[in-house]
């Protein structure tokens, strides 16, 4: 026997690592991959006409009986963690679910989809098992390397998925080009969508359990020249529940972020590019402040998640519920807090201005490049320079950065071109931890594991007041809110993080800009 089994006395039921031993293809070859896969259960060795099966859990043992009558051969069960069950069934039976699909050879078409192809067709294909297991399998691979979004792209000869972990891309599968249309058919049945229509963008949202995990999952399909493309946005409601302190806001800028919120009334804005965690950021600063004495709205567009004690408006502008017209009838809600998704143009800026003119607390989002940028911004809009002046108390800009993995980060010596880039000093540097990731299974060789927020707090004073009125530009804005309150760049936060061995000075670079300091 080339693996151990646990038989000691204080297991009830023998157990096994899944992590020492490698599934013979022995074991492998034979039980079904669908059966496998729907009843989580991985064979892994074969000795003596006796196969050997790994389940998560003993209520699973009903499949091994099952197993054992469709074989004929004995078929003995141990326990493995059913994570790593899981992962190794994804892993090692996905060949042969491809393997096994009907097509030719070279991955060639087997059959052409074009705007004639008959709807019973499409149907037909979605619902094969391989194309529903392959989908299933794309999700299941993309909540375990905890992916923010899937990408199904198609090309002239090929069909690549990719996913967006930790905020970059990578290739996971390419599935056979004859694939293609049958998966996203799939998609559209899963997420309510006209599988009929292939000229047209579409959208539709899927909600999933994986692993026991509810994930609601946003999708869009848009029509390229080699097919359509679909990319999925992946909603993990853990993810929004954070609280302040776990979003990476240090210490001395929390106290001041919470001093803010706190505040009765005057518009809060959160700014940043797409896929900033400025949502995240809104939803963690709702709930501290929420209370059974508060009522609090938010419009948005999408909801992306629910959140308990808290009413949440979609935005539909085909029916006429924009942000502005929503906006006005919040207003008249009795709200002592407002969310508004984004401002997006004039029109929602005054009203929103408003709202905290005349007693409440507005968070909203902006897409600038920094924090005192939101002013300028809001004037670009045609705002009033007194109107901003008057209403807004605070702004804070985003960006997230790749955290070392902490497995196999290792203590480093950054070059003195990357330390200066960021602003660090030779003094400076001869305190500092700095490590670097050298690649290992849990982070996948990338270095990295996770994210965090690097933040900029601007916080609006009187001179700032003056300055709005006088129309300033934002290099003048940020110029006084460090000389006048110390406040730290972007680039300022990102260099702490370096110095303290959390990230390296190539991805601070990455994501902020070098004139920061």
Not at 348 to 375: C, Q, R, Y
Request: aromatic share 4%.
């Amino acid at each position: 026997m080339n693996f151990s089994i646990n038989t000691s006395p204080e297991h009830a039921f023998p157990t096994v690592d899944l992590n020492e031993i490698k599934p013979s293809p022995e074991a492998l070859d034979a039980v079904q991959p669908e059966f496998a896969i729907q009843r989580q259960v991985l064979p892994f060795a074969s000795e003596n006409g006796i196969l050997f099966v790994a389940i998560g859990s003993v209520e699973n043992l009903g499949a091994v009986d099952e197993l054992g009558m469709v074989l004929g051969i004995p078929v003995r069960a141990v326990l493995g963690d059913p994570q790593r069950i899981r992962e190794l069934i994804e892993e090692v039976f996905l060949e042969k679910i491809l393997s096994d699909l009907p097509g030719t050879a070279d991955g060639s078409a087997a059959t052409e989809i074009d705007d004639t192809t008959d709807l019973a067709d499409l149907q037909k294909m979605a619902g094969e098992t391989a194309v529903v297991q392959m989908v299933n399998l794309i999700f299941a691979q993309a909540i375990r390397d905890g992916a923010s979004d899937i990408h199904i792209e198609p090309y002239e000869r090929e069909v690549k998925v990719r996913s967006r972990v930790d905020g970059m891309l990578r290739s996971t599968l390419n599935p056979p080009k004859r694939m293609h249309a049958a998966l996203i058919s799939r998609l559209k049945i899963l997420g309510e969508m006209n599988i009929a229509e292939r000229r047209l963008p579409q959208d539709g949202r899927i909600k999933l359990v994986i692993a026991g995990r509810a994930i609601d999952v946003r999708v869009s399909i848009v029509p390229t020249v080699f097919g359509e493309r679909a990319v999925m946005r992946i909603l993990d409601k853990g993810t929004a529940m954070l609280g302040l302190e776990e979003l990476g806001m240090r210490p001395d800028l929390l106290g001041r972020y919470r001093d803010l919120i706190h505040t009765p009334y005057g518009v809060v804005l959160v700014t940043g590019p797409t896929g900033s965690g400025k949502s995240t950021t809104l939803y963690a600063s709702l709930q501290e402040i929420w209370s059974p004495t508060t009522n609090i709205l938010t419009i948005e567009d999408p909801v992306e998640y629910q959140v308990t004690g808290i009413s949440q408006i979609q935005v539909r502008p085909n029916i006429g519920l924009t942000f502005a017209s929503g906006l006005r009838s919040i207003v008249r809600q009795d709200p002592d807090v407002i969310m508004v998704g984004e401002i997006r143009d004039h029109e929602t800026a005054e009203i929103s201005i408003h709202a905290a003119l005349t007693g409440h607390l507005v968070f909203s989002t902006l897409h600038t490049n920094d924090a005192p940028g939101s002013i300028t911004r809001m004037l670009d809009m045609g705002v009033e320079p007194y109107l901003v002046a008057s209403s807004l108390i605070g702004a804070v800009a985003q960006r997230l950065v790749r955290r070392l993995c902490p497995v196999c980060a290792a203590p480093d010596t950054p070059s003195a071109a990357s330390l200066r880039a960021i602003g660090v000093s030779p003094e400076m540097a001869a305190t500092a931890t700095f490590r670097r990731g050298t690649g290992c299974d849990k982070c996948q060789n990338t270095g990295y594991k996770g994210r965090q927020a690097l933040y900029e707090l601007f916080e609006v004073d009187e001179p700032i007041r003056r300055m709005t009125v006088e129309r300033s530009n934002s290099t003048q804005l940020r110029d006084h809110a460090i000389a006048a309150y110390g406040m730290r760049t972007l680039l300022g936060d990102g260099r702490l993080s370096v110095m303290d061995g959390k990230t390296t000075p190539e991805e601070v670079l990455r994501v902020c800009q070098r004139d920061g300091l």
